[in-house]
């Protein structure tokens, strides 16, 4: 095939087009890797709790520690979280329990979670 101005411009159009979807789909299985963006509990007047995907796979890399055992996948679905249940090991407190990692029953410990405004 001779290379003409316009069979040139079509051949980087269509290595552009590679290149770009190449990298969509790059970027999604990298987020999918580190899971979703951040996203806050209420807290229930305690102070907004917020949990962060990223900061957790740096110390917990595997979905599988948390979900579906521990938590569900569901988008936009939050599941109602107790101290009382994570004071005996359930929902956050199965690591965060002094061992694993700083324990809910620590009252050093509570601002590491509830941020007030
Ligand atoms: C340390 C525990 C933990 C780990 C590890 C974890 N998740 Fe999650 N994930 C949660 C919690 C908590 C929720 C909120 C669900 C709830 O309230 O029941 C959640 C929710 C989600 C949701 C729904 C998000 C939304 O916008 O509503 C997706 C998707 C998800 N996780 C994917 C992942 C993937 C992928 C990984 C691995 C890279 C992962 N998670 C690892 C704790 C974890
Ligand atoms: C590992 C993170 C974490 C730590 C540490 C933590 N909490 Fe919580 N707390 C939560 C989450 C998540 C919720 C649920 C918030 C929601 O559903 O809106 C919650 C809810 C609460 C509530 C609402 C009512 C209830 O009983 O569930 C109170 C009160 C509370 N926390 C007090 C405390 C105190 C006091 C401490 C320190 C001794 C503490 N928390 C430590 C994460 C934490
Ligand atoms: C699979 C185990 C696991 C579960 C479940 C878990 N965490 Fe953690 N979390 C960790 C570990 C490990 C660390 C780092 C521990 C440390 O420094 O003591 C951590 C750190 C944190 C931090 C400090 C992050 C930072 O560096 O700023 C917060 C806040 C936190 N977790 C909140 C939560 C909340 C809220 C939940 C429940 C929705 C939860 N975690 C459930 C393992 C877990």
Redesign the pocket.
């Known amino acids: 095939m001779r290379l003409t101005w316009k069979s040139t411009l079509v051949l980087a159009a269509v290595i552009g087009l590679i290149a770009f979807f190449g990298a969509l789909v790059a970027q999604k299985a990298w987020a999918q890797a580190k899971g979703p963006a951040d996203f806050d ?1 209420d807290g229930k007047g305690s102070g907004k ?4 995907h990223e ?2 796979a740096a ?2 890399p595997k979905c599988t ?2 979900h579906t055992k ?2 569900k996948m569901a988008k936009g679905q939050r599941t109602a ?1 107790k101290m009382a249940d994570m004071n005996t090991g359930q ?2 407190g ?3 329990d002094g061992k ?3 324990s809910v029953k620590d009252q050093a410990n509570c601002t ?2 509830h941020k007030k405004s």
């Open positions: 509990f709790v917020v949990f962060s900061k957790h110390k917990s520690d948390c521990v938590f979280l929902a956050c199965t690591c965060h694993t990692a700083f590491k979670c």
